[in-house]
Structure formats: structure tokens, C-alpha cells
């Protein structure tokens, strides 16, 4: 019989520039979720920009907006390859009160 793989859910947290992005995006890296060869058209990208730093924030800010502030607007999900859902939201407020309610409905068994 195959083993079950275990899904991992994950959501950033943490305050305005902290890197969520990141971390995030380097994490998606890492796990398999993108191709090498799309990092390294964000950091050339990047570069010319004058935001090298920026170019694993860039897998999940994908808004021409929040590639030229260097913010996160929009909320990103992504799903890599090893059973991983990594979710960054944005950092507004009501945003982040909302991801706790999920998550104690969820804890519950409200869902």
C-alpha cells in the first residue's frame, strides 16, 4: 500500500517589510513550486529595477503595482509540487483579523 503524503498548509504572517514575500517566494523556490529558470528572469529583472533583493518577493507579487512599490496588494496562494499551500496575504489589518477567524472556525471544526 502507497504511503498518504501529508498536505501542508501555511500562511506568512508578520509586519509591513518584515519579508514575507520573500521567505515566502525562496520557500517556493526551494519545494519545486517554480522553475530556476523564471528566478532568474526575476533577478535580472529585479536588477534593472534596482530591487535585486526583490526577486523571490516577485513569485507571488505578481501585480505590476507591487513589483514597482515593493509591497504585497493582492493575496497569493500557490501550491508547490510537495504537497505545500503557502498562502501571503497582505499585511492590511482586516486582512489579518479575517485569517484568525478562518483559523479558529477551522480549529473548531466550523468548516
Known sequence: MA??????NVV???HVD???????GHLVYKCGGIDPRK???FEKTAAQM??????YAWVLDKLKAERERGITIDISLMSTKS???ILDPTT????IFNLFLLEQLNSSGGF
Open 3 to 8: 504511503k498518504e503524503k501529508t498536505h501542508i
Open 12 to 14: 506568512i504572517i508578520g
Open 18 to 24: 518584515s519579508g514575507k514575500s520573500t521567505t515566502t
Open 39 to 41: 528566478i532568474e528572469k
Open 50 to 55: 534596482g530591487k535585486s533583493s526583490f526577486k
Open 83 to 85: 504537497e505545500v499551500c
Open 92 to 95: 492590511a489589518p482586516s486582512i
